[in-house]
């Protein structure tokens, strides 16, 4: 308590003073009544009610007044363990989880706009909605946090009194009340004020969407055969079959998954297990034999009707690897996608549909690409594949082309195309993170896409046809930004996948000031043709210092099949701040 005071104390010397936000008043007479949602089980309420009374209509205090993913009700349990010395066994914790993801979860519709924050996906996203409160909030983490939690108006005052206790510098700080307002402004609330006010209104306890989905939801009936596909940054479009079977209760559920790299024909076979929360958040994880090195956490939605299931798996740790993936139940014949997705004018190639159930022995007569472009022969048909040759005529029109088989339209096109135009390297920019000493390092995974410029022959026009990943030689190159500029020296290399492994964190003393390994580059792909030409394209890598801010600031507990998805190791979505 004497640290937490000198620290205030001195933060009110190191800054000028202004008008604190106002103190939370006693709980709105909504907050502490109907709008409460009563907590039911036995379990719970003998965990938590040491600190959390629960009145006569089963509302407890705090937690009958918000709403959140089970990664958010894990990160409270944790805090409550670590910080107030709360005794929960995993076994107990687990089952806290599971009933408060269930009862004070979110609806479908609440968690997509926020979803990328539990799929842990490296986007560059911005809260458009407020961007005073996208300012106070994202400076300390991500403001995907903030929108895949509800709360009563009450509950939004004291999670702010809980940051200005736990974080005495956050007034000044994190939520920049450096000055007095802006000329002209005509809103004088303090940060804190404003972000109560919208939060409270935008995500309020009670909504449509939760009435709506607590009063129908039910355990979802997923077992059975699931088509898969998807695709991984780095290793191409994968294709294959999820076996889905229930577990111990209605809601657990393991997974024997088997598919292939279309690229490169590389199977892999994984078993998990999971849990699906809410009726439709699945938290799982599975392995490649049992190899703990293997691991990939799970994180999907069960659409509605539980016909699909989409979402991303990655490798916990280091969660830029791993692929988006879409399950759809198989029913009958399922068609997935072909590889590869172009075709040159005038040439010859294999082309592979993959699906499911496809039926064996389809024959010249069963495949449709479209007018110009010839089957010659089938190669292989089996049920998770149908491989053909086919040929492009020398006159052929450039396009993308509808592939059937059977009757039944293939996901995707076939691109017929004369000349591969330009190279782009994706994504546009990147960054990258140092460590391997004191931090785990932050990759980043680059790619090539070939274009042709189409009719108008114009490059980056609305008619450029886009002819899929190509194989490149990767280098790198100085992005210049000051004179005798040297960061390519040190901030790491590129390997022969255009994988980009950053350098040792902390200060280097074969650098000039012994400074860390930050710096800028430009990553090059380099295409040759048939010919001889070379096309090459080119992207921005950022490499700066470790994310010292982590997903969890509190240790991890031992929950096996925890719903978390990466506890304890660095921090989740980067979005634009």
């Not at 472009?373 to 052929?396: F, I, K, M, N, Q």
């Amino acid at each position: 308590m004497r640290f937490l005071a000198t620290t205030a104390a001195a933060a009110l010397l190191l800054f000028p003073a202004f008008p604190p936000p106002a103190a939370p008043q006693q709980p709105d007479s909504d907050d502490n009544g109907e709008e409460g949602i009563p907590v039911t089980d036995q379990t719970v309420i003998d965990a938590c009610q040491r600190c959390h009374t629960v009145d006569d209509d089963g509302l407890m205090s705090r937690v009958s007044f918000m709403r959140k993913t089970p990664e958010g009700w894990q990160q409270s349990i944790r805090r409550m363990v670590t910080l107030n010395e709360a005794e929960l066994d995993p076994e107990t914790a687990r089952a806290i989880v599971r009933y408060l993801s269930d009862k004070h979860g979110l609806a479908p519709e609440e968690l997509r706009p926020g979803r990328f924050e539990v799929e842990r996906r490296l986007i560059d996203w911005s809260y458009e909605a407020d961007e005073d409160v996208e300012n106070t909030c994202s400076q300390c983490h991500s403001m995907g946090r903030v929108i895949t939690q509800r709360r009563t108006r009450e509950e939004w005052k004291l999670l702010m009194a809980m940051h200005r206790g736990y974080y005495p510098l956050s007034d000044t700080q994190g939520f920049r009340r450096f000055g007095p307002p802006r000329p002209g402004a005509t809103d004088s609330r303090h940060p804190m004020d404003k972000a109560v006010a919208h939060l409270s209104g935008v995500f309020p306890l009670k909504t449509d969407e939760w009435t709506s989905w607590s009063a129908t939801m039910r355990p979802a009936r997923l077992a059975g055969t699931w088509a898969l596909k998807g695709y991984e940054p780095g290793r191409g479009p994968i294709y294959g079959t999820v076996e889905i079977a229930a577990a111990a209760d209605a809601t657990s559920f393991t997974s024997t998954a088997r598919y292939t790299y279309a690229r490169t024909g590389e199977e892999v076979e994984r078993s998990g297990r999971s849990i699906v929360y809410t009726g439709y958040q699945w938290r799982g994880r599975s392995f490649e034999g049992g190899d703990d090195e293997t691991e990939l956490r799970e994180v999907m939605m069960v659409e509605r009707g539980w016909g699909e299931i989409n979402g991303r798996w990655f490798a916990g740790a280091y969660d830029e690897f791993g692929p988006d993936v879409t399950l759809l139940r198989v029913d009958g014949p399922v068609l997935l996608g072909l590889h590869p997705v172009s075709l040159k004018a005038g040439t010859s190639g294999t082309v592979t549909v993959h699906g499911v159930n496809m039926g064996v022995g389809l024959g010249v007569g069963d495949v449709d690409f479209g007018p110009g472009v010839e089957v010659v022969r089938v190669v292989r048909s089996e049920s998770d594949g149908l491989s053909v040759e086919v040929a492009a005529g020398e006159e052929v029109a450039a396009g993308a082309r509808d592939v059937f088989v059977g009757g039944r339209p293939v996901p995707g096109h076939l691109t017929v195309y004369k000349t591969v135009d330009r190279i782009a390297v994706t994504p546009e920019w990147g960054m990258s993170r140092l460590g391997g000493g004191a931090f785990p390092k932050g990759y980043a995974q680059f790619e090539a896409v070939a274009y042709s410029d189409g009719p108008d022959g114009k490059p980056e026009t609305g008619d450029d046809l886009e002819l899929g990943h190509v194989d490149v030689t990767w280098s790198m190159e100085e992005y210049s930004a000051v004179f005798d500029d040297d960061d390519i020296e040190f901030v790491g290399s590129l390997d022969e996948d255009g994988l980009f492994m950053p350098a040792l964190d902390g200060p280097n003393p074969d650098r000039s000031g012994q400074r860390n390994n930050v710096g800028d580059v430009w990553v090059v792909g380099t295409w040759t043709g048939p010919d001889g030409k070379e096309l090459r394209g080119r992207a921005h890598l950022i490499v700066t210092v470790p994310l010292y801010m982590r997903w969890e600031p509190w240790r991890v507990m031992e929950m096996p099949g925890r719903p978390t998805i990466g506890g304890g190791d660095r921090g989740g979505s980067r979005e634009r701040r």
